[in-house]
């Protein structure tokens, strides 16, 4: 993951764990974080939180089939094909498909780039 492909809000993994750090600052060369204890710049040591279905239902996403998630009264349409998670938004069984979101940094700047609203969190 580059530096580029992050915004502010962004959700990341810390040194290996499971703990949630949130992109606050992006400089040229480097970002910096926050998290429960505060900011820190986290110097290479963060990685992509990979995009599962808890992340899905944590954003507000509704599961109504198997491997099936819709937000917003079914305009963001979610599925698992041949092991990759697919997106589509439309008021059709089409509408625009973004392939292989295989992380949550990815997620959040596709529904800001879509809807121009942050994809909040619970």
């Known amino acids: 993951m580059e530096i580029k ?8 993994h810390y040194k ?9 600052l992006i400089h040229k060369k480097h970002f910096d974080c926050r998290d429960e204890y505060g900011s820190f710049t986290p110097n290479g040591n963060y990685q992509p939180i990979p995009l ?3 992340w899905l239902l944590k954003f507000g ?6 491997n099936y ?7 963001f349409r979610f599925s698992l094909i041949d ?15 973004y392939n292989r979101l295989n992380h949550v940094h990815q997620l959040q700047n596709l529904y800001f780039a879509l809807t121009n ?6």
């Open 69 to 75: 998630w819709f937000k917003n009264d079914n305009k």
């Open 117 to 122: 609203e942050e994809l909040k969190w619970k």
């Open 52 to 54: 599962t279905e808890e």
């Open 5 to 12: 492909e992050l915004k502010i809000g962004n959700c990341l």
């Open 83 to 97: 092991n990759n998670l697919h997106c589509s938004m439309g008021d059709d069984d089409y509408g625009i498909l």
């Open 61 to 66: 996403f509704e599961h109504s089939k198997p």
């Open 16 to 24: 290996n764990t499971n703990d949630i750090a949130i992109v606050e």
